[in-house]
Protein backbone atom coordinates (compact mmCIF):
# COMPACT_ATOMS: atom_id res chain seq x y z
CA UNK A 1 0.00 0.00 0.00
CA UNK A 2 0.93 3.46 -0.68
CA UNK A 3 -0.62 6.81 1.46
CA UNK A 4 -0.74 10.29 0.58
CA UNK A 5 -1.22 12.83 2.74
CA UNK A 6 -3.52 16.51 2.18
CA UNK A 7 -1.77 18.46 4.50
CA UNK A 8 -3.28 21.95 2.23
CA UNK A 9 -5.08 23.04 5.91
CA UNK A 10 -1.64 22.72 7.64
CA UNK A 11 0.11 19.89 9.64
CA UNK A 12 0.31 19.01 13.66
CA UNK A 13 1.35 16.49 15.33
CA UNK A 14 -2.33 15.50 16.84
CA UNK A 15 -3.87 15.85 13.17
CA UNK A 16 -1.70 13.18 12.38
CA UNK A 17 -2.47 11.01 15.09
CA UNK A 18 -6.17 11.40 14.65
CA UNK A 19 -6.24 10.71 11.22
CA UNK A 20 -3.63 7.60 11.69
CA UNK A 21 -6.98 6.37 14.33
CA UNK A 22 -9.57 7.12 11.74
CA UNK A 23 -7.78 5.64 8.86
CA UNK A 24 -8.30 2.47 10.96
CA UNK A 25 -4.81 2.45 13.02
CA UNK A 26 -6.22 1.02 16.50
CA UNK A 27 -5.48 3.64 18.79
CA UNK A 28 -4.28 1.14 21.33
CA UNK A 29 -1.37 0.30 18.73
CA UNK A 30 -0.39 4.22 19.56
CA UNK A 31 -0.81 3.48 23.49
CA UNK A 32 1.26 0.42 23.45
CA UNK A 33 3.79 2.36 21.76
CA UNK A 34 3.72 5.37 24.19
CA UNK A 35 3.18 3.37 27.31
CA UNK A 36 6.79 2.14 26.88
CA UNK A 37 8.09 5.73 27.65
CA UNK A 38 6.84 4.83 31.49
CA UNK A 39 5.52 8.51 31.77
CA UNK A 40 1.60 7.27 32.85
CA UNK A 41 0.75 9.21 29.76
CA UNK A 42 -3.14 8.89 28.49
CA UNK A 43 -4.10 9.23 24.47
CA UNK A 44 -7.44 9.44 23.78
CA UNK A 45 -9.65 9.99 20.92
CA UNK A 46 -12.83 12.05 19.94
CA UNK A 47 -15.11 12.27 16.92
CA UNK A 48 -15.67 15.74 15.59
CA UNK A 49 -16.23 18.04 13.00
CA UNK A 50 -14.25 20.67 11.11
CA UNK A 51 -15.84 23.00 8.23
CA UNK A 52 -18.66 20.20 7.81
CA UNK A 53 -16.10 17.17 7.54
CA UNK A 54 -15.96 14.50 10.72
CA UNK A 55 -12.92 13.68 11.68
CA UNK A 56 -10.64 12.06 14.08
CA UNK A 57 -9.07 14.76 17.67
CA UNK A 58 -6.55 12.30 19.48
CA UNK A 59 -5.30 14.14 22.54
CA UNK A 60 -2.74 13.39 25.35
CA UNK A 61 -3.79 13.02 28.46
CA UNK A 62 -1.88 13.96 32.13
CA UNK A 63 0.73 12.27 33.30
CA UNK A 64 4.43 12.21 34.69
CA UNK A 65 6.10 15.88 33.20
CA UNK A 66 9.59 14.73 33.58
CA UNK A 67 12.07 17.61 33.97
CA UNK A 68 13.95 16.90 30.44
CA UNK A 69 14.83 19.65 27.90
CA UNK A 70 18.08 18.12 25.93
CA UNK A 71 18.28 15.60 22.75
CA UNK A 72 20.64 13.22 24.84
CA UNK A 73 17.66 12.54 27.55
CA UNK A 74 15.17 12.60 25.11
CA UNK A 75 17.24 9.70 23.70
CA UNK A 76 17.83 8.06 26.79
CA UNK A 77 13.97 7.80 27.00
CA UNK A 78 13.24 6.27 23.55
CA UNK A 79 15.50 3.70 24.43
CA UNK A 80 12.86 1.99 26.02
CA UNK A 81 10.63 2.00 22.73
CA UNK A 82 10.87 -0.84 20.65
CA UNK A 83 11.87 -1.17 17.35
CA UNK A 84 11.46 -0.29 14.78
CA UNK A 85 9.48 2.42 16.12
CA UNK A 86 12.28 3.49 18.44
CA UNK A 87 14.45 4.51 15.67
CA UNK A 88 12.37 6.47 13.35
CA UNK A 89 11.06 8.33 16.86
CA UNK A 90 14.73 9.15 16.87
CA UNK A 91 15.20 10.74 13.79
CA UNK A 92 12.58 13.01 13.79
CA UNK A 93 13.62 14.48 17.36
CA UNK A 94 17.11 14.52 15.92
CA UNK A 95 15.72 16.75 12.43
CA UNK A 96 13.91 18.52 15.12
CA UNK A 97 17.08 19.52 16.73
CA UNK A 98 19.16 20.37 14.12
CA UNK A 99 16.57 22.78 13.41
CA UNK A 100 16.08 24.55 16.57
CA UNK A 101 20.35 24.01 16.37
CA UNK A 102 20.34 25.67 13.15
CA UNK A 103 17.60 28.66 13.94
CA UNK A 104 18.95 29.75 17.08
CA UNK A 105 22.91 29.01 15.87
CA UNK A 106 23.88 27.03 19.06
CA UNK A 107 25.18 23.47 19.43
CA UNK A 108 22.94 20.28 19.08
CA UNK A 109 23.85 19.27 22.59
CA UNK A 110 22.72 22.64 23.79
CA UNK A 111 19.02 22.76 22.05
CA UNK A 112 16.20 23.32 24.80
CA UNK A 113 13.24 21.16 23.90
CA UNK A 114 11.22 23.09 27.04
CA UNK A 115 8.92 25.14 24.91
CA UNK A 116 7.33 22.35 22.67
CA UNK A 117 6.48 20.06 26.08
CA UNK A 118 8.94 17.36 26.03
CA UNK A 119 6.34 14.95 27.48
CA UNK A 120 3.24 15.84 25.08
CA UNK A 121 5.77 15.71 21.93
CA UNK A 122 7.07 12.42 23.02
CA UNK A 123 3.51 10.84 23.26
CA UNK A 124 2.78 12.35 19.81
CA UNK A 125 6.00 11.40 17.98
CA UNK A 126 5.93 7.60 19.26
CA UNK A 127 2.39 7.58 18.29
CA UNK A 128 2.90 8.86 14.62
CA UNK A 129 6.14 6.11 14.35
CA UNK A 130 3.57 3.50 15.62
CA UNK A 131 0.92 4.32 13.77
CA UNK A 132 3.10 4.72 10.08
CA UNK A 133 4.90 1.42 10.82
CA UNK A 134 1.46 -0.33 11.53
CA UNK A 135 -0.09 0.72 8.30
CA UNK A 136 3.47 -0.52 6.26
CA UNK A 137 3.23 1.70 3.25
CA UNK A 138 5.59 1.24 0.53
CA UNK A 139 5.84 5.11 0.13
CA UNK A 140 4.27 8.24 1.33
CA UNK A 141 3.61 11.21 -0.87
CA UNK A 142 2.23 14.54 0.55
CA UNK A 143 0.48 17.59 -0.96
CA UNK A 144 1.99 21.00 -0.58
CA UNK A 145 2.02 22.30 3.39
CA UNK A 146 0.04 25.15 4.12
CA UNK A 147 2.21 26.76 7.23
CA UNK A 148 0.20 29.80 7.87
CA UNK A 149 1.19 33.53 8.96
CA UNK A 150 1.44 36.14 11.26
CA UNK A 151 3.02 35.92 15.24
CA UNK A 152 1.93 33.13 17.87
CA UNK A 153 3.39 34.00 21.62
CA UNK A 154 6.49 32.01 22.63
CA UNK A 155 8.90 31.90 25.48
CA UNK A 156 10.89 34.67 24.44
CA UNK A 157 7.83 36.86 23.51
CA UNK A 158 5.94 37.03 19.75
CA UNK A 159 7.56 35.21 17.08
CA UNK A 160 6.86 35.17 13.10
CA UNK A 161 4.75 32.79 11.59
CA UNK A 162 5.36 30.38 10.14
CA UNK A 163 7.70 29.36 12.97
CA UNK A 164 11.54 29.61 12.33
CA UNK A 165 12.05 26.03 12.81
CA UNK A 166 9.09 25.11 10.53
CA UNK A 167 10.86 26.99 7.85
CA UNK A 168 14.14 25.46 8.22
CA UNK A 169 12.31 21.73 8.68
CA UNK A 170 10.22 22.39 5.12
CA UNK A 171 13.51 23.20 3.20
CA UNK A 172 12.94 21.99 -0.37
CA UNK A 173 9.33 20.71 0.31
CA UNK A 174 6.58 23.02 -1.47
CA UNK A 175 5.07 25.11 0.84
CA UNK A 176 2.41 28.30 0.84
CA UNK A 177 1.07 30.61 3.91
CA UNK A 178 -2.57 29.47 3.29
CA UNK A 179 -5.85 31.76 4.03
CA UNK A 180 -5.49 32.08 7.75
CA UNK A 181 -3.52 34.12 9.69
CA UNK A 182 -2.86 31.18 12.23
CA UNK A 183 0.22 28.42 13.19
CA UNK A 184 -0.71 25.92 10.21
CA UNK A 185 2.05 23.83 10.70
CA UNK A 186 3.70 22.59 13.75
CA UNK A 187 7.46 22.07 14.39
CA UNK A 188 6.89 18.70 15.19
CA UNK A 189 4.47 18.06 12.93
CA UNK A 190 6.77 19.36 10.21
CA UNK A 191 9.21 17.15 11.65
CA UNK A 192 7.07 13.54 10.93
CA UNK A 193 6.64 14.72 7.66
CA UNK A 194 10.08 15.85 6.96
CA UNK A 195 11.16 12.48 8.24
CA UNK A 196 8.45 9.84 6.95
CA UNK A 197 7.57 11.80 3.36
CA UNK A 198 9.03 10.21 0.46
CA UNK A 199 7.64 12.35 -2.15
CA UNK A 200 6.00 15.63 -2.52
CA UNK A 201 2.72 15.96 -4.99
CA UNK A 202 -0.33 15.66 -5.69
CA UNK A 203 -2.08 12.40 -5.21
CA UNK A 204 -0.06 9.70 -7.17
CA UNK A 205 -2.38 7.13 -9.01
CA UNK A 206 -3.57 4.56 -6.76
CA UNK A 207 -6.50 1.95 -5.77
CA UNK A 208 -8.19 4.13 -3.25
CA UNK A 209 -8.79 1.75 0.05
CA UNK A 210 -9.33 4.08 3.14
CA UNK A 211 -9.43 7.94 3.74
CA UNK A 212 -8.79 9.27 7.61
CA UNK A 213 -9.24 12.80 8.71
CA UNK A 214 -7.43 14.44 11.66
CA UNK A 215 -8.86 17.38 13.23
CA UNK A 216 -6.68 20.05 14.38
CA UNK A 217 -7.29 22.45 17.77
CA UNK A 218 -9.07 25.36 15.81
CA UNK A 219 -12.13 25.49 13.71
CA UNK A 220 -11.86 28.52 11.45
CA UNK A 221 -14.33 29.32 8.99
CA UNK A 222 -12.09 29.98 5.93
CA UNK A 223 -11.05 26.61 5.62
CA UNK A 224 -11.78 22.80 6.83
CA UNK A 225 -9.22 22.40 9.63
CA UNK A 226 -7.98 18.65 9.24
CA UNK A 227 -5.14 16.78 7.53
CA UNK A 228 -6.38 13.52 5.59
CA UNK A 229 -4.56 10.76 4.91
CA UNK A 230 -5.49 8.48 1.87
CA UNK A 231 -4.56 4.77 1.55
CA UNK A 232 -4.65 2.74 -1.28
CA UNK A 233 -3.04 0.11 -3.88
CA UNK A 234 -0.46 1.57 -6.14
CA UNK A 235 -0.99 1.77 -10.12
CA UNK A 236 2.32 1.68 -11.85
CA UNK A 237 3.10 4.52 -13.67
CA UNK A 238 6.36 5.57 -14.89
CA UNK A 239 7.58 9.11 -13.43
CA UNK A 240 8.23 11.77 -15.90
CA UNK A 241 10.94 14.71 -14.60
CA UNK A 242 12.56 17.79 -16.56
CA UNK A 243 16.24 17.39 -17.34
CA UNK A 244 17.49 21.38 -17.26
CA UNK A 245 21.56 21.45 -19.22
CA UNK A 246 23.36 24.21 -19.71
CA UNK A 247 27.11 24.38 -20.53
CA UNK A 248 29.13 27.16 -19.22
CA UNK A 249 32.87 27.91 -19.70
CA UNK A 250 33.37 31.71 -18.34
CA UNK A 251 31.97 30.98 -14.10
CA UNK A 252 34.65 31.05 -11.58
CA UNK A 253 34.73 27.74 -10.13
CA UNK A 254 34.24 28.40 -6.79
CA UNK A 255 30.88 29.24 -7.49
CA UNK A 256 29.77 25.86 -8.31
CA UNK A 257 29.42 24.20 -4.97
CA UNK A 258 26.95 27.49 -4.06
CA UNK A 259 24.96 26.89 -6.98
CA UNK A 260 24.20 23.37 -6.41
CA UNK A 261 22.92 23.79 -3.18
CA UNK A 262 20.81 26.91 -4.18
CA UNK A 263 19.46 23.88 -6.42
CA UNK A 264 19.00 21.21 -4.18
CA UNK A 265 17.62 23.49 -1.35
CA UNK A 266 14.98 24.65 -4.14
CA UNK A 267 13.03 21.05 -4.86
CA UNK A 268 15.74 19.90 -7.37
CA UNK A 269 15.69 15.75 -7.20
CA UNK A 270 19.56 15.87 -8.42
CA UNK A 271 21.98 18.18 -9.57
CA UNK A 272 25.97 17.76 -10.76
CA UNK A 273 28.07 18.92 -13.24
CA UNK A 274 30.38 17.20 -16.15
CA UNK A 275 33.41 18.79 -17.38
CA UNK A 276 33.65 19.04 -21.28
CA UNK A 277 35.77 20.45 -23.38
CA UNK A 278 33.82 23.07 -25.67
CA UNK A 279 34.88 24.52 -29.50
CA UNK A 280 38.39 26.05 -29.73
CA UNK A 281 39.51 23.58 -27.06
CA UNK A 282 37.89 25.88 -23.81
CA UNK A 283 37.73 23.68 -20.52
CA UNK A 284 33.84 24.32 -19.66
CA UNK A 285 31.12 22.43 -17.67
CA UNK A 286 27.64 20.81 -18.53
CA UNK A 287 25.45 21.76 -15.19
CA UNK A 288 22.65 19.11 -15.22
CA UNK A 289 19.40 19.54 -13.44
CA UNK A 290 16.72 16.49 -12.86
CA UNK A 291 13.71 18.18 -11.50
CA UNK A 292 9.69 17.86 -11.07
CA UNK A 293 7.57 19.43 -13.67
CA UNK A 294 5.93 21.86 -11.60
CA UNK A 295 9.46 22.94 -10.16
CA UNK A 296 11.20 23.87 -13.42
CA UNK A 297 10.88 26.76 -13.62
CA UNK A 298 11.72 28.05 -10.28
CA UNK A 299 15.28 26.07 -11.14
CA UNK A 300 15.09 27.73 -14.80
CA UNK A 301 15.38 31.03 -13.09
CA UNK A 302 17.94 30.06 -10.12
CA UNK A 303 20.19 29.12 -12.66
CA UNK A 304 20.32 32.08 -15.09
CA UNK A 305 20.46 33.94 -11.86
CA UNK A 306 23.03 32.61 -10.29
CA UNK A 307 25.58 31.34 -13.20
CA UNK A 308 26.61 33.27 -16.32
CA UNK A 309 25.01 31.44 -18.66
CA UNK A 310 22.57 32.67 -21.56
CA UNK A 311 20.17 30.04 -22.84
CA UNK A 312 19.47 26.39 -21.59
CA UNK A 313 18.21 22.91 -23.19
CA UNK A 314 15.51 20.80 -21.90
CA UNK A 315 14.00 17.35 -22.19
CA UNK A 316 11.57 15.18 -20.60
CA UNK A 317 12.61 11.91 -18.99
CA UNK A 318 11.24 8.95 -17.65
CA UNK A 319 12.36 7.35 -14.19
CA UNK A 320 10.55 3.86 -14.44
CA UNK A 321 12.67 2.00 -11.48
CA UNK A 322 13.14 3.11 -8.14
CA UNK A 323 13.79 1.34 -4.94
CA UNK A 324 12.38 1.32 -1.79
CA UNK A 325 14.20 3.14 0.88
CA UNK A 326 14.31 3.76 4.75
CA UNK A 327 16.04 5.31 7.12
CA UNK A 328 17.22 4.18 10.37
CA UNK A 329 20.13 5.67 13.20
CA UNK A 330 22.88 4.01 14.79
CA UNK A 331 25.66 5.44 17.25
CA UNK A 332 29.29 5.69 16.46
CA UNK A 333 31.34 6.28 19.44
CA UNK A 334 27.76 7.93 20.98
CA UNK A 335 27.61 10.10 17.89
CA UNK A 336 24.40 9.32 16.45
CA UNK A 337 24.01 8.97 12.18
CA UNK A 338 21.38 8.13 10.09
CA UNK A 339 21.44 5.30 7.40
CA UNK A 340 19.95 5.07 4.51
CA UNK A 341 18.93 1.68 3.03
CA UNK A 342 17.69 0.89 -0.13
CA UNK A 343 15.39 -2.38 -1.00
CA UNK A 344 14.74 -4.77 -4.19
CA UNK A 345 11.78 -6.63 -3.80
CA UNK A 346 12.58 -6.56 0.03
CA UNK A 347 16.22 -7.74 -0.32
CA UNK A 348 19.09 -5.03 1.16
CA UNK A 349 20.62 -3.72 -1.84
CA UNK A 350 22.18 -0.44 -0.82
CA UNK A 351 23.03 0.61 3.05
CA UNK A 352 24.71 4.47 3.33
CA UNK A 353 25.49 6.27 6.15
CA UNK A 354 24.44 10.27 5.96
CA UNK A 355 27.88 11.90 5.35
CA UNK A 356 26.77 15.06 6.86
CA UNK A 357 26.42 13.32 10.08
CA UNK A 358 29.68 11.13 9.71
CA UNK A 359 31.54 14.71 9.49
CA UNK A 360 29.82 16.13 12.64
CA UNK A 361 30.56 12.86 14.43
CA UNK A 362 33.75 13.00 13.24
CA UNK A 363 34.51 16.02 14.16
CA UNK A 364 32.76 15.72 17.76
CA UNK A 365 35.23 12.10 18.38
CA UNK A 366 38.64 13.71 16.62
CA UNK A 367 38.41 10.93 14.43
CA UNK A 368 39.04 10.64 10.84
CA UNK A 369 35.82 10.39 8.64
CA UNK A 370 36.88 8.01 6.80
CA UNK A 371 37.01 5.10 10.15
CA UNK A 372 33.62 6.87 10.96
CA UNK A 373 32.29 5.91 7.90
CA UNK A 374 33.12 2.77 7.93
CA UNK A 375 32.44 1.92 11.69
CA UNK A 376 28.88 3.50 10.98
CA UNK A 377 28.60 1.06 8.16
CA UNK A 378 29.98 -1.84 10.22
CA UNK A 379 27.11 -1.14 13.41
CA UNK A 380 24.64 -0.56 9.98
CA UNK A 381 25.09 -4.19 9.14
CA UNK A 382 24.60 -5.28 12.51
CA UNK A 383 21.51 -4.13 13.06
CA UNK A 384 20.08 -5.68 9.39
CA UNK A 385 21.16 -8.77 10.43
CA UNK A 386 19.88 -8.45 13.93
CA UNK A 387 16.49 -7.73 12.70
Known sequence: MIGWIDARAGVSEDMLLGALVDVGVQLDVLQTAVDRLDLGITLTSTPCERGGIGATRVDVGAGENPPIRYLPEIQRLLDRVEEPVRTTAGVIFRRLAEAQSCVYRIPL??????????RDTLAYVVGAAAGFHRLGLKSLHCSQITVGSGTAHGAHGRLPLPAPSVLELLRGVPVA?????????????AAVLATLVTDWGEMPPLVLLRVGCGAGQRNPTEVANVLRLVVGEPVDQPTHTVLLETNVDDLDPRVWPYVIERLLAAGAHDAWLTPIIMK?????????????????????AIIFRETSTIGMRESTVTKHHR??????????????IRIKTARLD???????????????????????AKQVLAEARRAASDDSHGS
Open 109 to 118: ERVDFHEVGV
Open 346 to 368: GETVNVNPEWRDVVAAAQALGQP
Open 280 to 300: KGRPAHTLSVLVSCDRAADLR
Open 177 to 189: AGPVMMECATPTG
Open 323 to 336: LARSESLVHVGGQP
